[in-house]
């Protein structure tokens, strides 16, 4: 698209395409945050629930409130997005 912008400045929906690869590009890099959060917050979940087996803890309130600390301080929630 950006080909199509620099070859036809004069064209009247001009405007319309920058809003439009504008709104694409936003949309975009909120994908890929949302993807890495994701990857994140799965990590996590599997290295508590490893650390938990390995451990041999049973306290289920326990593991989920490491959970919640360790996603806590990463700045991810616990609800999926």
Same mark, same amino acid.
């Given at each position: 698209?950006? &080909?199509? %912008?620099?070859?036809?400045?004069?064209?009247?929906?001009? #405007?319309? $395409? =920058? *809003?439009?690869? +504008? +709104?694409? /590009?936003? +949309?975009?890099? #909120? #994908?890929i %945050?949302?993807?890495?959060?994701?990857?994140?917050? #799965? =990590?996590?979940? @599997? @290295? $508590?629930?490893? *650390?938990?087996? =390995?451990?041999?803890?049973?306290?289920?309130?326990?593991? =989920?409130? $490491?959970?919640? /600390?360790?996603?806590? &301080?990463?700045?991810? *929630? +616990?609800? /999926?997005?």
């Open positions: 698209m950006r &080909f199509w %912008q620099e070859r036809h400045k004069a064209h009247p929906d001009y #405007e319309l $395409v =920058e *809003s439009w690869i +504008q +709104q694409k /590009e936003k +949309q975009m890099m #909120e #994908e %945050q949302t993807h890495k959060i994701r990857r994140k917050r #799965e =990590e996590i979940n @599997l @290295l $508590v629930d490893k *650390s938990a087996r =390995e451990s041999g803890l049973r306290d289920r309130n326990l593991i =989920e409130m $490491v959970r919640a /600390e360790t996603l806590k &301080f990463y700045g991810i *929630s +616990q609800a /999926e997005d």
